[in-house]
Each structure stands twice: as structure tokens, then as C-alpha cells.
């Protein structure tokens, strides 16, 4: 997921960068360039968002948004800087079908995944829902006496959003408070130049300068303590006491973890719960020297829509937790659990 979300970050600040370059040289190629982007961004956030339910999207909506991507890219290039009505509408109408697909199929598959994955694929859907408002507000021709438009301030609250998905916890309240934030400090500052007696148009400006402003200072202190914060499972487990229950009550990523017990593993062979129980952690990575052992570890990972199996101290039988991280950094929760799997072999 971490890879998708470079991307959709990329593609986000590329189409911010171009959107400033225009308004201080508006040139055919920027055009071009900006519509591109804005034609890729579905796709990629489909990507994002069948990566982070850890399931495929349908069929037609994938193609759906790979070809309205190719078409429009197509289509940016013919009409250069002269974007005609109908081409502005029809672009507007495809992102709006794709994201649509996407929120459908997030709420189609947020009961295959964990709790906190579930409360990220809220948080993402609450993401659409506050930017498609702000996004519709840079179509002029439909709205064209607005003070200002909405297009940076919606790449904003994905930012953000994003943001809260590279953390430890992924909350809607969470987003829902630093929207609330931005809103506040552009509102104090536009009250503040009114009742100065500033003139509307700077109102409007230097209130939308303090909450794009009030964004960054919120991204900043965030991805600042980003690494402290990562340390959360680690941390957790020193702090508990040394036995194995206190360890698996530790921290909420094990605490809600699924115990894969040996009535539900009875339909694997007895040399594969073997060879399963041989590594501390199991991932969905496929592994060409075991390719037996990974292709029976990623079956039982999709059907408890886990991320992570966690080898437990053996019994008579072998026994596993079934993990569902929302963290981004794959390899690091896999070495953070191989330890936890360590530690339980050792605990009373």
C-alpha cells in the first residue's frame, strides 16, 4: 500500500505544482499536463483503495478507469490549452463514476478487514465525501462567481488524509478535526481582515492563505513525529508484563488479532501446518523456495483478511494469530512481529 500512496501523494502535489506554474505562465504544455494528471488520479486512487481492503475492484471499474485515464490523456493532448464545454463535463462526470465505484467497493469489502483498517477505509471515504464539493468549485463555467476555488483545498484533505493512513491509527473524527482546523484559522483571519475593513477579494485571499497554511503546520508536526510514533507495537510490548497474555493485550493490533485454532486449520495436511509453524511470520509475499508453504499462508490469510500470520508458542498442535495491519511499512511490522513471536516462546 505504501507504494500506491507514494504515488497517489506524487501525482497530487505534481498537479498542485502545475496548477501554481499556470497561474504564473499559463502555456498550452501545462495544460496538457495538468489535464493528464487529473485524468490518471482516479486509477491510482483505485489502486490505493483495493490495496488498502487488500481486494480487487470489478472488472469494468478497473477498466473503466484505466480507459477514461488513456482516453483523456488523449483528449488533453488534442485540445491543448482549449478545453471545450462537453470535454469538461465528461472529465468531471468519469472522476465522479470512478470514485463513486471506489466508495461502493470500499463499503463492499470493509467487513472482510479488521477494525482499524476499517475505520481507515472510513476515513477515506469521509475524504471524498468533504473533497468532491471543493473539487466542483474549480469548474468556472459553472460557478463563476466564487471567490476562490476548491481544487488545491481538496488535494489538501487527501494529503491529510493520507497522512493519518502512514500513522499508527486511522480515525474519520481525526480528519474530520483538521478540516475543522483549517476552517477555523480562514475563518478568524477573513473575520479579522473584514472588521479591519480590507477589501473582499484580499478577505477571501488571505483567508484561504491561513488555512492552506494551517494544513501545512498540521503535515509538518505530523510526518515530524511520524518515526516516534512508529515505535507503537515495540513500545507496548516492553511496557507489559512478561507473560503471553499480557504480551497479546499489549497493543491493539494483537489484541484484536483472530486466533487461528486447530479446528480451523484441520483442513490443511499435517506436513503444512508443519512447515507453517517453522516461521515465526507469515505475509501475503510470495516465496519462490516455498512456494507450497506461501500459497497455504496467503489461503489462510484472505480468509480471516489478515496481513500478517503470527506463529503462537505450539501447543500439541500448531496455532496462529491472523493480523490485520494498517501499517504501511510491511517490512518493519514483519520484523516487529517475528520479535513478538520470539518473546511468546519465551513467556510463561
Known amino acids: 500500500m505504501a507504494t500506491h500512496l507514494a504515488r497517489l501523494l506524487n501525482l497530487i502535489v505534481l498537479l498542485l505544482a502545475l496548477r501554481l506554474a499556470g497561474l504564473w505562465q499559463p502555456t498550452p504544455m501545462l495544460v496538457i499536463a495538468k489535464m493528464v494528471v487529473a485524468a490518471w488520479l482516479p486509477l491510482v486512487t483505485l489502486r490505493l483503495a483495493e490495496e488498502l481492503v487488500r481486494r480487487h475492484a470489478p472488472r469494468m471499474v478497473k477498466l473503466l478507469a484505466l480507459g477514461g485515464a488513456v482516453i483523456f490523456s488523449i483528449l488533453a493532448v488534442v485540445f491543448g490549452r482549449v478545453w471545450t464545454g462537453p470535454a469538461v463535463i465528461a ?28 475505520r481507515a477505509v472510513d476515513m477515506l471515504a469521509l475524504a471524498f465525501a468533504l473533497a468532491l464539493p471543493l473539487l466542483a468549485t474549480d469548474f468556472a463555467w459553472a460557478f463563476p462567481n466564487l471567490p476562490f476555488r476548491g481544487g488545491p483545498f481538496a488535494a489538501l484533505v487527501f494529503v ?18 483538521d478540516v475543522l482546523k483549517l476552517a477555523g484559522a480562514g475563518a478568524l483571519v477573513g473575520l479579522a481582515m473584514h472588521l479591519a475593513g480590507g477589501p473582499e477579494t484580499v478577505v477571501s485571499q488571505l483567508a484561504a492563505t491561513a488555512g492552506a497554511s494551517a494544513a501545512l503546520v498540521l503535515l509538518a508536526e505530523r510526518f515530524a513525529g511520524s518515526p516516534s510514533r512508529g515505535e507503537g507495537l515495540l513500545s507496548a510490548i516492553a511496557r507489559a508484563a ?3 497474555a ?10 484484536n488479532a483472530v486466533m487461528v485454532t486447530a479446528d480451523a486449520l484441520s483442513d490443511l495436511p499435517e506436513d503444512l501446518l508443519i512447515g507453517l509453524a517453522a516461521r515465526p511470520v507469515w505475509t501475503t509475499t510470495r516465496d519462490p523456495e516455498n512456494d507450497t508453504l506461501s500459497g497455504a499462508a496467503r489461503e489462510l490469510l484472505a480468509r480471516y483478511g489478515a496481513s500478517h500470520l503470527l506463529r503462537l508458542p505450539q501447543t500439541p498442535t500448531p496455532r496462529f494469530l491472523a493480523i490485520s495491519g494498517g501499517a504501511l511499512d510491511e517490512d518493519r511490522l514483519t520484523r516487529e512481529l517475528t520479535i513478538v513471536a520470539r518473546l511468546l516462546e519465551r513467556a510463561p
Do not use: K, N, W
Open 246 to 255: 499480557a504480551t497479546l493485550s499489549s497493543h491493539p493490533l494483537l489484541a
Open 160 to 177: 491529510l488524509a493520507c497522512s493519518l493512513l502512514a500513522g499508527v491509527t486511522s480515525r474519520p473524527l481525526r480528519l474530520l478535526s
Open 91 to 118: 472529465l468531471a462526470l468519469f472522476q465522479a463514476v470512478v470514485v463513486m465505484a471506489i466508495l461502493v467497493h470500499l463499503y463492499q469489502q470493509r467487513g472482510s478487514v479488521s477494525l482499524s483498517e476499517r
Open 242 to 244: 512478561p507473560d503471553q
